[in-house]
Structure formats: structure tokens, C-alpha cells
């Protein structure tokens, strides 16, 4: 029980549809079944409904919210009310975040609005969600935030939106770090590689690629020899959010199977 008697508010705890736990709900289910109270978090009540449920039946505690990351009174509200429920607000995680679904492009085709349709989910979400739990880890002198970034923040990645978005939380995530560290509140980023979700494996079945072929496809890019799985996400989710790592803050974790220290 390695949050025992902890709260925790995950953002994009529901998933999408598809044959693989996503990263959002693997990390509410394993930071439940290590004893936290967990506010789970989305845009589609259903999904948010879907975790808690599986929390539940496993016999832990979760309460389900909607709110939708581009709009700060959405966040606002829903923050109150987690905190109404909860009691205390241990631990925020960010998780929400899209690319291809949200029109990004490569730089020559992009939109004004679809730029803005990433940014604003993948980057301000974080933004506004962080500004609305910071006065209550301030003064409760204690708190640990992660946010979920992406390798392709730091790797070559193609499309122009989702890339810029992503090393934005990681720059979020330090000045986070150090704008609270009198406040004993921790700020850390993870960086997922290619990963086995629902986001990641049926967003790119076509009628030209089967889903076995895209597995096999991202598989062969990992040098651990296979993607890695939403509850790599969420283990080191559970590893930054404990005690544990109570001296670890403003620092971004590759989870990505070798990917980032493979060189030409
Ligand atoms: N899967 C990968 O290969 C991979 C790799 C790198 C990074 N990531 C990151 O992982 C995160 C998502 O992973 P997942 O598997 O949990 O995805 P997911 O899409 O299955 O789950 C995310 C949840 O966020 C919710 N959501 C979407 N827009 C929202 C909004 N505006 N407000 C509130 N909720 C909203 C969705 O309804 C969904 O339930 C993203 O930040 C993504 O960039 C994934």
C-alpha cells in the first residue's frame, strides 16, 4: 500500500475505447489498488464512470467527474468538488493529451485552429488544471504533481502541434518544480515511448493496415523488443506520486523501452 490514506485527481482517467487499458486508467486503477482515494477525471462521464467501476469492483475507493480540460471553469469547478470529496489533494495527474485526433499536421498543412485545438488540450488544460489545485497543495504544504508528456517531445516526431505541446509540459513541469518548492510540493513528468493503448494502436488501423500490422510495426522500433504497456505509465505514476521519491522533483522519465539512448 504504497498510498495509503493519499487522494489523488486523475485527469483523463477514462479511456478510449479498445482492446488495451489507456495510460490515464491504468494509473487511477494502480494508485486505488495501492489505497488511494482516487477523483477520476474526464470529458465523457461514461469513461470516468468505466474506471471507477473497475476500482470498485477491485474493492478500492474512486469518485467519478466530468470536466473538460479547455475550459477553466470546468477545471475550477470539478477541483472544488474533488476536493469537497476527498478531503485533500495528495496528488494531481495530468494525463489528457492528442495529436492526429486533434487535426495536427505536419508544419506546411497546419491550422490556426487545429494548432490551437492541441495546445490547448495537451498543454493549457495542464496549465489551468495546476493553477486550480496549487492553492490547496500550498496549504496543505505538501503535494506531488506528474504530468504526461511524450518522448516525441524530445525525439524527431513529425507532426508540428502535438510536438511543441508536449515539451511544453515538460518546461511547465520545471517551472513548477521550483516555483513551489518552499511549499513541499513535487512537480515530475514522464515521457511515454511507443506505447500498447487504445490511442496509440486504433488510431492507426486503416483499411490499408490491420492491426496486427501496426503492432508489428511499432514493436520492431522498440529496442527492449516490444512497446510497453499503459501500467509501465502508471508504475512510474505510482513511484513519483509516493513517498518514495520525496527528493525527486522537476525531472522527465523516459519510458519508452531504450528508445531515447539509441543513437544513429
Ligand atoms: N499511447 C501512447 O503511445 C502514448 C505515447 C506518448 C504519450 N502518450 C500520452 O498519454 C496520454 C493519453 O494516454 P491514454 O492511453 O490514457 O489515452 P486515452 O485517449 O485512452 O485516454 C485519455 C482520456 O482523456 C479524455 N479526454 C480527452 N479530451 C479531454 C478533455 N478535453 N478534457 C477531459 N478529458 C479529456 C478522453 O475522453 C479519454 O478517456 C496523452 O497525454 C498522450 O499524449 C501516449
Redesign the pocket.
Known amino acids: 500500500m504504497r498510498l495509503e490514506n493519499k487522494t489523488a485527481i486523475v485527469?483523463?482517467?477514462?479511456?478510449?475505447p479498445?482492446d488495451s487499458?489507456?495510460?490515464?486508467?491504468?494509473?487511477a486503477v494502480l494508485f486505488a489498488r495501492e489505497g488511494a482515494s482516487v477523483a477520476v477525471?474526464?470529458?465523457?462521464g461514461e469513461?470516468?464512470q468505466n474506471t471507477v467501476d473497475m476500482i470498485l469492483d477491485e474493492g478500492g475507493k474512486a469518485f467519478a467527474f466530468c470536466?473538460?480540460?479547455?475550459?477553466e471553469i470546468?477545471l475550477k469547478t470539478m477541483v472544488k468538488d474533488a476536493h469537497n470529496v476527498l478531503g485533500r489533494v495528495d496528488i494531481l495527474h495530468?494525463?489528457?493529451?492528442?495529436?492526429l485526433?486533434g487535426g495536427d499536421s505536419i508544419i506546411e498543412n497546419i491550422t490556426e485552429e487545429n494548432f490551437d485545438n492541441v495546445i490547448?488540450?495537451?498543454l493549457r488544460?495542464m496549465v489551468m488544471t495546476c493553477k486550480h489545485v496549487l492553492p490547496i497543495m500550498r496549504k496543505q504544504k505538501a503535494g506531488s504533481i506528474v504530468s504526461?508528456?511524450?518522448?516525441?517531445a524530445i525525439e524527431s516526431y513529425p507532426y508540428v502541434a502535438?510536438k511543441t505541446s508536449?515539451s511544453g509540459?515538460i518546461a511547465m513541469t520545471e517551472q513548477l518544480a521550483y516555483m513551489n518548492f518552499q511549499y513541499n510540493i513535487r512537480a515530475n513528468v514522464i515521457?511515454?515511448?511507443?506505447?500498447?493503448?487504445?490511442?496509440?494502436?486504433d488510431t492507426r488501423v486503416t483499411a490499408e493496415k490491420t492491426r496486427e500490422q501496426v503492432i508489428a510495426e511499432?514493436d520492431a522500433k522498440v529496442p527492449l523488443g516490444k512497446?510497453?504497456t499503459?501500467w509501465d505509465?502508471a508504475y512510474c505514476a505510482l513511484f513519483l506520486a509516493s513517498e518514495e521519491a520525496k527528493f525527486i522533483t522537476g525531472v522527465a522519465i523516459p519510458i519508452d523501452g531504450g528508445a531515447s539512448v539509441r543513437r544513429g
Open positions: 485527469v483523463g482517467g477514462g479511456q478510449q479498445g487499458i489507456g495510460n490515464g486508467k491504468a494509473t477525471v474526464d470529458k465523457d469513461r470516468a470536466a473538460d480540460v479547455t475550459s470546468s495530468n494525463n489528457v493529451g492528442w495529436s485526433a490547448n488540450v495537451n488544460g504526461i508528456s511524450s518522448m516525441a502535438y508536449k509540459v515521457l511515454p515511448g511507443l506505447m500498447h493503448t487504445a490511442m496509440a494502436i511499432r512497446m510497453g499503459a505509465v
